[in-house]
């Protein structure tokens, strides 16, 4: 067959364009094909949160480590439901990776949970994780596990819980006498906030803005954080720096998902979700020092009432005994080697 200088010219181009598309795009076409497998988040707090920032950070890593064959997508602000619907997804294998407080519905399936949230129990964040990153967190890992769900090393912080409201400042005890207050539908809470003599009223984070803009409760309790990106400020008018209560998410795994991962693919994954984890833990930490200010400006008017009073009444209310006797012996012991004499 007979060829022009035309006919060669095209002919040679179009080879070269293959071939260079064979050499040099062939990765690129390699990662642009679905993964192998695509995995679901599911999380109650804003997409702005220091915890969904840094899971999506985690998922960034783990897919380009994993060139591509894990995908985790992240679902913030209850997108996939309450907490209560979320979990019971990630029980049945339809969500695949959950983060959920462990004095919240997980405390429904492992009750020892709720343990890091006894009230005025840590005095500070060195407390907190010199708790949950050594012995008792260790227990209360294994408990997760025993239950039949996959848990990661370290816990997610949501910071120390302050409490706000649209009528009045809570300087005292006497403060909190019959005061409507949303709670995450948690027995601990529950049992403090009746220790303390308010109304509590359990209502999923995804109604918290509506019943404050409402009425339907006058105050909640949540970390600086949320009440920040949340835009809760919006529908109230005083913030209490209680400290009340220690929060955080475990990082929960459905285990028949978690166990067709590849063993090196679970190793990715833990690595980077854990380092993700101690990096949100400084996130959170540095956003609470400047976040009064912040609200300040935002029209919420703080407060920092004498604590003492609170753990008092604690005490002579019968609630730390009764946590006692519910945790159990070695939970209880677990937990005062670290704050010290509770009960």
Known sequence: ???????????????????????????????????????????????????????????????????????????????LGGDPDMFAQLRAGALEFFTLSGANALSALVPKTAISGVGFAFKDYGQVFGALDGELGAHLRGLITKAGLVVQDKVWDNGFRQITSSTKPIASPTDLQGMKIRVPPGRLWISLFRALSAAP???????????????????????????????????????????????????????????????????????????????????????????????EGKGLKFNTPDLAPFREKLRTSGFYAEQKKFFGEEEWALLEKVTGKLA
């Open 1 to 79: 067959m007979a060829y022009n200088r035309r006919d060669f010219l095209v002919t040679s181009a179009s080879s070269l364009a293959v071939a260079t598309t064979g050499l040099v795009g062939a990765p690129w076409i390699r990662r642009a094909h679905a993964a192998e497998f695509t995995y679901k988040v599911g999380t109650d707090l804003p997409a702005s949160h220091p915890l969904n920032v840094r899971i999506q950070e985690a998922a960034s890593a783990i897919k380009k480590e994993t060139d591509g064959r894990m995908e985790i997508r992240v679902f913030p602000n209850n997108q």
């Open 201 to 295: 009223t359990s209502i999923s984070f995804n109604e918290v803005y509506s019943s404050l803009q409402t009425k339907v409760v006058e105050g909640q309790e949540n970390a600086l954080a949320v009440v920040d990106t949340a835009k809760l400020y919006e529908v109230q008018k005083y913030c209490s720096l209680t400290s009340h209560m220690w929060d955080g998410f475990w990082f929960l795994g459905n285990r028949a998902a978690w166990e067709k991962l590849p063993a090196n693919i679970r190793d990715i994954v833990s690595k980077n979700l854990n380092a993700s984890a101690l990096r949100q833990r400084q996130d959170v930490a540095q956003l609470n020092a400047s976040l009064q200010k912040t609200l």
